[in-house]
């Protein structure tokens, strides 16, 4: 299955100040389309070619590692979108989902600690995870274009931590793009509709 750069679901000014129209016409424009471009090159004459993207995400990984690294920074970014809001983040969520916080990972203050300790904490670039593992959320993070997919577990929150997510906007201050991420930008629907097809 060709790979195709999605358009955004909002304008490019709709996030700031927490995310620049720069930013995102940077980083949408420009990285997201060269994964798209170079995946579907790389994409080409392989045993891939015609599949959904989560098989060549999980089929290519360890095995066609230049595929892999366009195929899994595509696919996380097509949910990285969907991912952000205008006036989201914070503790308005969903019900249900809330209640997984609560059960799973001690509560939304934890979680937040969590995260953004994951994104902080994630030598050079990658990516840091709210995910679903035997049927639980669990907090991970992946270097460069891995995802929780590789991992035996499905993403249902991720956030870009390579420099050019927040350098124009934040320069060297990954804590504080991680902070004002969680507390103003998530799409906490988008979270639930992906967390209740994981379950």
Sequence with gaps: MAFELPDLPYAYDALAPYMSAETLEYHHDKHHLAYVNNGNNLLKGTEWEGKSLEEIVKGSYGRNQGLFNNAGQHYNHIHF????????????????????????????????????????????????????KDGKLAIMKTPNGENPLVHGATPILGCDVWEHSYYIDYRNRRPDYLAAWVDHLINWEYVEELFDKAR
């Design 81 to 132: 979108w969907k991912w952000m809001k205008p006036n989201g983040g914070g503790k308005k969520l969903p019900e249900k989902l809330a209640k997984a916080i609560d059960a799973d990972l001690g509560g939304y203050d934890k979680f937040r600690d969590e995260f953004i300790n994951a994104g902080v904490t994630q030598f050079g670039s990658g990516w840091n995870w709210l995910a679903v």
